[in-house]
Nanobody, 114 residues
Framework: QVQLVESGGGLVQPGGSLRLSCAAS????????MGWYRQAPGKQREWVATITSGGGTRYVDSVKGRFTISRDIVQGTVYLQMNSLKPEDTAVYYC????????WGQGIQVTVSS
């Protein structure tokens, strides 16, 4: 059974930074891609960023230039470095891994507020 465990969320002021981590219970190369999604209160879950098994990355336009997705294959962990955070980035962030199935972490709260 695949398990994804997120960490690193919390409260940060606008303009600040956070780094989210997603630790997988197995080799992350067994997935075609891994990524991050977020869900703000009253809104649908939206895709944020993806890293493929080949290392390619993609981002939603609203975070381009501010967020960076990366991975440590040895540690089996995917990261989301979030800089220049805005109040509209406030959401529960979810780690996702895809092969023939789709797996989700439990979610972690990120709050951007002064």
């Amino acid at each position: 059974q695949v398990q994804l465990v997120e960490s690193g969320g919390g409260l940060v002021q606008p303009g600040g930074s956070l780094r989210l981590s997603c630790a997988a219970s197995g080799s992350i190369l067994s997935f075609n891609s891994m990524g991050w999604y977020r869900q703000a209160p009253g809104k649908q879950r939206e895709w944020v960023a993806t890293i493929t098994s080949g290392g390619g990355t993609r981002y939603v336009d609203s975070v381009k230039g501010r967020f960076t997705i990366s991975r440590d294959i040895v540690q089996g962990t995917v990261y989301l470095q979030m800089n220049s955070l805005k109040p509209e980035d406030t959401a529960v962030y979810y780690c996702n891994a895809k092969n023939q199935y789709s797996y989700w972490g439990q979610g972690i709260q990120v709050t951007v507020s002064s």
